[in-house]
């Protein structure tokens, strides 16, 4: 049976997509029985040592996401930042996208250089150019099953109103999914979802400006998709820390064995037969 392309997904109830920072975790994701997965902006560049601040060309988005899209059979949302640049970078962008396999790609409305979504100083480009944008993105697509996600950062900088207007203006231009970022309780996602007529995504990324909501919670307000962008990252991270901590200090790893993926595992999951 073919995996829900991200069109079909979206009707279908709501969805968590765990971010995946390579290959092996996006394995990891559908091997759990995940049906979408999320290569999050900030997770590609952290793993390449820099911070999220849109410092990856689309040229090196596009390798290290092109190994994680092939690596799975379920859909991939890219996050493209601001898209890389103008009108002409953007249609370049969905077109590398699309032709990777990937299922959406996610483009946002702050300025050039961005920040993460839930830090201050934010500040967005006006909703008219970024509108042109998403309209040029939707006409470069050949897939009508290829999505456009567009992600409005504007309320921190404009409130609850001004990304409500964005996102409606964002819908008429052609993106299939709105994405409002950093929202600051259910009262704000569900007067989004009352007020926007579109299929909806949220963010649930820890140490953030949302509060902590379950996958059921967001369903009941109406929201398609859910990321979880940097869990997997986050886990990851700190149990290499403290097995990095205890390795130093004992000397040898065989505490540390029973926190182990086995070779047998991992073999597995790479479907590599030895």
Avoid: W
């Avoid at 409606?168 to 999914?177: E, N």
Wanted: proline share 4%.
């Amino acid at each position: 049976m073919m995996p829900a392309s991200m069109r079909t997904l979206i009707g279908e109830g709501t969805h968590a997509a765990p971010g995946a920072f390579n290959a092996a975790a996006a394995m990891l994701i559908e091997k759990g029985g995940f049906k979408a997965l999320y290569i999050s902006g900030a997770g590609l560049s952290n793993s390449a040592g820099l911070p999220d601040t849109g410092l990856l060309s689309m040229d090196e988005a596009a390798r290290f996401s092109s190994y994680i899209i092939r690596s799975v059979n379920i859909p991939a949302i890219v996050d493209v930042d601001t898209g890389f640049g103008g009108i002409p970078e953007v249609k370049g962008t969905v077109r590398i996208f699309e032709g990777l396999g990937a299922g959406a790609i996610q483009i946002e409305d702050q300025e050039f250089p961005k920040r993460c979504g839930h830090l201050p100083g934010k500040r967005v480009i006006p909703a008219k150019d970024f509108a042109k944008k998403l309209d040029a993105a939707a006409s470069a697509r050949e897939n009508g099953e290829f999505l456009i996600i567009a992600r409005t950062d504007a309320r921190a900088v404009e409130g609850m109103e001004g990304a409500i207007k964005r996102a409606k203006i964002y819908r008429d231009a052609g993106a299939d999914v709105i994405f409002p970022e950093a929202l600051e309780g259910k009262d704000e996602f569900r007067r989004f979802s009352d007020e926007v007529k579109a299929p909806l995504l949220a963010n649930m990324t820890e140490f953030g400006r949302t509060p902590y909501m379950t996958l059921d919670e967001f369903g009941q307000m109406n929201y398609s998709i859910v990321l979880f962008p940097m869990t997997c990252f986050r886990v990851a991270m700190k149990s290499m820390e403290a097995a990095l901590t205890e390795l130093k200090e004992k000397g040898t790893q065989k505490g540390l064995l029973g926190k182990m993926q086995t070779r047998e595992e991992l073999y597995r999951l790479l479907k590599y037969d030895v």
